[in-house]
């Protein structure tokens, strides 16, 4: 659950191949209802950063409003499968595992692909 009443941008850790280009959904709930889209937008990833990640900062053209007593997720996917983009996660110890999906399968938590994924969101 936010602890702000808006959202105005989300950083990925990331890195690609030349072409790549992904899109990030923002999901809402809660445990009673069903998931509903809320936002989602495209990025165009430029040149190409193979070998340590960066931050790439998706801004929204506008601040989107967010509800404190939903939940909300972040989904990003790789629009065009043949340019490879890879979302880094951040090991720090004493953070909770964070639950993830790969092709809509969750993974299995205490593996490298439930770990949770790097991302920065701003106000």
Known sequence: QPA???????????T???GAEITLEIWEGNESSPLTM????????????L?????????FPMNLSLNTSLYYYINV???????GTIWWGIENPGTP????????DEQVVGTLDARACAFQTYH
């Open 77 to 83: 996917y790789e629009k065009n499968t043949s340019n």
């Open 97 to 104: 595992i964070g639950r993830s999906w790969i092709d809509g």
């Open 16 to 18: 690609w191949y030349s």
């Open 38 to 49: 809320n936002y989602s937008i495209n990025q165009s990833l430029s040149g190409e950063v």
């Open 51 to 59: 070998d340590i990640p960066e931050w790439v900062q998706i801004d």
């Open 4 to 14: 702000q009443s808006n959202l105005s941008a989300v950083n990925l850790s990331l």
